[in-house]
């Protein structure tokens, strides 16, 4: 049984930065039930890509592996015009190119939106080491297979990347998008 008085938590906090953001910078919604990462530009969305969060859950405890929960902000883009596939090591660029679903290999490549918590259980995030970025393993992609960042294929992040700001908001939440919109369009 979902526990509505969460959701209704969650999609509040929602709507009121879609609100106070409507003509402002875009703002990213990623929905965890649904493995769906939702751009947003003037109240409106402008694009929905598959994503995967963490295989170990939600939250934001060290060590943990979840994806953390509730509101995040872009702390920094690593990566920018970078090849598709290009590997990513330590927030830098090692010099090597994947192929998607390269065999054996995991690593973060295209590109990385680096996470800033914005609340209490999102505050760990930038310190954990939480992004959204591209993943070699695009055969995963729509289903929870992460150490807690939020995975994209390559073509995807690019897109994402290219579109959001230092600043733009990020909310993770634990509730189907059709819901989150359902409540949004009642406020």
Not at 118 to 140: D, K, P, Q, V
Not at 150 to 173: C, H, N, P, Q, Y
Request: proline share 7%; glycine share 10%; net charge positive.
């Amino acid at each position: 049984m979902p526990n509505w008085n969460c959701f209704f938590t969650i999609a509040g906090l929602f709507v009121t930065a879609l609100i106070s953001t409507a003509d402002a910078d875009p703002m990213v919604l990623v929905s965890v039930p649904d493995q769906r990462l939702v751009l947003m530009e003037n109240g409106l969305q402008v694009a929905q890509f598959p994503v995967s969060t963490s295989k170990f859950g939600l939250g934001d405890q060290p060590r943990s592996f979840a994806t953390p929960l509730g509101l995040m902000a872009v702390a920094a883009k690593i990566g920018d015009r970078l090849p598709l596939g290009a590997v990513l090591k330590n927030r830098r660029p090692t010099g090597e190119i994947l192929k998607p679903d390269a065999p054996g290999r995991d690593p973060i490549v295209t590109r990385i939106l680096h996470l800033r918590g914005l609340e209490s259980g999102t505050a760990g995030a930038f310190g954990r080491g939480i992004y959204i970025h591209g993943t070699a393993e695009e055969r995963t992609i729509g289903h929870p297979a992460s150490f807690g960042c939020i995975r994209m294929r390559s073509r995807d992040i690019i897109r994402l990347f290219d579109a959001v700001a230092v600043g733009t908001k990020i909310e993770v939440v634990n509730a189907p998008i059709s819901r989150v919109f359902r409540q949004f369009a009642a406020n």
